[in-house]
């Protein structure tokens, strides 16, 4: 079972978080008085941490919709381990935000049960691999349920799951179990790649009528955007966030910056690179990501989970047979190896970076001088 101790100490949001300064302190549920949900007015536009921004989802839905709440391990007075709930109990309430035990399987058969309903729970597992205890509600029930009643009882009701590597932890602190989300039918999974896309996304996923996985990268919930508050996203669509006409990069959450970072590379070097971030894992979003390998004909498949039966094996698959006309050489990929999660020394070595990504490029077959 899981331990509430993060691996690394964390930061706590900045721009854009919910603590209400002036509210009356937690109380927990059947206790009175109830925390004030009122706040301070807040820019449309700022700049904030990704934890700072899915911070700002969470208390603007809480603050928009009274069957919102959010439960987890830690995410109530000490705000969760990478503080993305800090203040939203003093703010809504031990009724609105609280801790429970560390049992996942419970967290998630608990949000099943109040989804069924008519409230959006939005659920904390504390790190990836802690979520594995759970898998068995996700699967029969959290993706079923609505299959089951043939419509008549959907759940709305998010996970979210902080995955990846590269913030120096242990390898049940970094695994990157997405594919078993995207391989069970019933599911949305999401992983958003910056502050903004956090921010949208996590507001698309609670306000969804039916589940959400949202997968967050942990290494990303320092890294800081702007953010605007006003701007939406709509989920089972991919963006192309970079223009090019050589050669199309396809990622997501993590792996998005590695491919940007490339692209730029590469930009030196005369060629001019593509850059797709997925977003949605699934329903993958075929149309946009097969358009944009056609108007290249060459592709690159970046994520951080081991390659063998992934969501980028999956990936280079569906480009295979819906762009095999119009490619120039085959669809490579670059992942994290086969193995489990290296050690935090090693971890440099196993995650794709911006090396393996042009060197995958060179192997597209290209015409001399090009």
Not at 185 to 210: C, K
Not at 262 to 271: L, S, Y
Request: hydrophobic content about 45%; some cysteine.
């Amino acid at each position: 079972m899981s331990t509430s101790t993060a691996t690394r100490p964390a930061a706590a949001p900045e721009e854009g978080t919910a603590r209400h300064e002036g509210g009356s302190a937690a109380t927990a549920p059947g206790d009175t008085p109830a925390a004030t949900t009122a706040a301070p007015a807040q820019p449309a536009a700022a700049t904030m941490t990704m934890a700072g921004a899915l911070n700002r989802a969470l208390a603007d839905a809480l603050a928009e919709d009274p069957s919102v709440l959010v439960f987890g391990e830690d995410v109530g007075a000490l705000g969760g381990v990478f503080r993305v709930t800090d203040g939203l109990t003093d703010r809504f309430g031990g009724e609105r935000c609280f801790d429970t035990p560390l049992a996942e399987s419970g967290i998630v058969g608990t949000a099943v049960g109040m989804a069924m309903n008519g409230m959006r729970p939005v659920v904390e597992m504390q790190f990836d691999a802690f979520a594995y205890p759970a898998f068995e509600q996700i699967a029969s029930h959290v993706a079923k349920m609505g299959n089951r009643t043939r419509g008549a009882v959907r759940l709305p009701m998010v996970i979210r799951i902080p995955y990846g590597g590269g913030i120096g932890g242990v390898e049940h602190h970094c695994d990157s179990s997405e594919a078993l989300y995207a391989h069970t039918p019933g599911l949305t999974v999401v992983s958003p790649s910056t502050p903004q896309e956090a921010y949208s996304l996590l507001r698309a996923a609670i306000a969804s009528p039916d589940p959400v996985v949202f997968m967050e990268p942990k290494k990303l919930y320092w890294a800081k955007g702007l953010v605007d508050t006003s701007v939406t996203a709509e989920l089972r669509r991919a963006r192309v966030v970079r223009d090019g006409a050589d050669v199309t990069l396809i990622a997501y959450g993590p792996s998005v910056g590695i491919a940007l970072a490339a692209a730029e590379a590469q930009a030196a070097e005369g060629r001019s690179v593509q850059v797709v971030d997925v977003r949605t894992l699934t329903p993958f979003d075929d149309e946009t990501v097969s358009a944009a390998v056609r108007s290249t004909g060459r592709a690159v498949v970046i994520a951080e989970a081991p390659g063998f039966a992934s969501v980028a094996s999956e990936i280079q698959a569906r480009v295979f047979e819906q762009c095999f006309e119009y490619l120039e050489a085959p669809v490579r990929r670059v992942t994290g190896f086969d193995t489990p999660f290296a050690p935090p020394k090693l971890e440099h070595w196993y995650l794709p970076d911006v090396d393996r990504v042009v060197d995958a490029i060179d192997t597209l077959h290209w015409e001399e001088g090009s």
